[in-house]
């Protein structure tokens, strides 16, 4: 893994000591931060550290994951545990979840999800997004990667891109289709082309009616749909 330096800003390596935290593991580095598994006496966390020359010329935009997480308490959230903040280091603590990732286990592992299961995951993430939409929070990223699953629970991470719902900028339709698209990842691992020819997802895939109907509409391309609640009420009936 190549860890491009900002100046100044230091890479922790395993064994290493952040405040109380020992790192375990680099997971990754993304635009803003290097994210580390790290552990205390008791347990695992994830420790997000952010780069410094992004805070200083875009701290309105890296804030949000921290500010948004503080404010929430959720089973399938990661909870906020603590800031670290000191001269040459800025960071937060966050709640380990436990499994991995849709992405990994679909394009990794081909792990095939029957209906009940989609139907079972669908509901999870209807009811965290029941949860952010009534605290006026969109996520605006809940994709294959940003989502882990531990063969029962789902958990919703990553809230780099989480905002407070306001009706000009930042609406929950986009929480919405990004569902739709995590949907059909779902059901296309069950998918066997018959032919060569292409298609479009609701002619080539196997789903009722009133779920092409249900994914259309989270997609836009039908009428769309205004608020969770009605998502809600329809992927049950969806689903029965
Ligand atoms: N709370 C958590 N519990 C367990 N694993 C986590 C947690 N948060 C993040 N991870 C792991 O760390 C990886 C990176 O996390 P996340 O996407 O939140 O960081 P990021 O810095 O925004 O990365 P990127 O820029 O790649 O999106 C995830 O794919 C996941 O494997």
């Given amino acids: 893994m190549v860890i491009k330096l900002f100046y100044k800003d230091k890479v922790y390596s395993p064994n ?5 935290y020992t790192v375990l593991k680099i997971i990754g580095e993304g635009r803003y931060g290097i994210c580390y598994l790290v552990g205390d006496v008791k347990r695992q966390y994830i420790l997000k550290q952010l ?3 992004m805070l200083k010329k875009s701290w309105a935009k ?16 990661p909870g906020f545990i603590k800031k670290i903040e000191h001269e040459k280091f800025y960071g937060y603590v966050l709640e380990y979840k436990e499994g991995i990732t849709f992405e990994e286990l ?29 605290r006026n929070i969109v996520h605006r990223d809940i994709r294959v990667p940003n989502t882990l699953y531990d063969g029962d629970k789902v958990s919703l991470i990553d809230f780099g891109l989480a905002r407070w719902i306001n009706q000009k900028r930042y609406t929950v339709d986009v929480d919405f289709s990004y569902l739709g ?48 609640h009605d998502v809600e009420r329809d992927f049950i009936k969806a689903t029965l």
Avoid at 62 to 77: Q, R, S
Avoid at 189 to 198: H, L, Q, Y
């Fill in 16 to 20: 290493q000591k952040i405040g109380e």
């Fill in 51 to 53: 780069k410094r020359g």
């Fill in 62 to 77: 890296v804030g949000y994951e921290e500010k948004i997480l503080m404010g929430v308490k959720h089973d399938c959230i």
């Fill in 106 to 134: 679909i394009f990794a592992e081909g792990r095939v999800f029957g209906r009940e299961e989609i139907y079972r995951i669908g509901m999870q993430i209807i009811n965290i997004l029941k949860y952010l939409h009534e």
């Fill in 181 to 228: 698209d995590f949907l059909l990842h779902l059901y296309y691992t069950s998918f066997e082309p018959k032919d060569n020819k292409k298609k479009a997802w609701y002619e080539e895939l196997d789903l009722r009616h009133d779920e092409v109907l249900f994914l259309k509409r989270l997609m836009g391309i039908e009428k769309r749909y205004k608020s969770i």
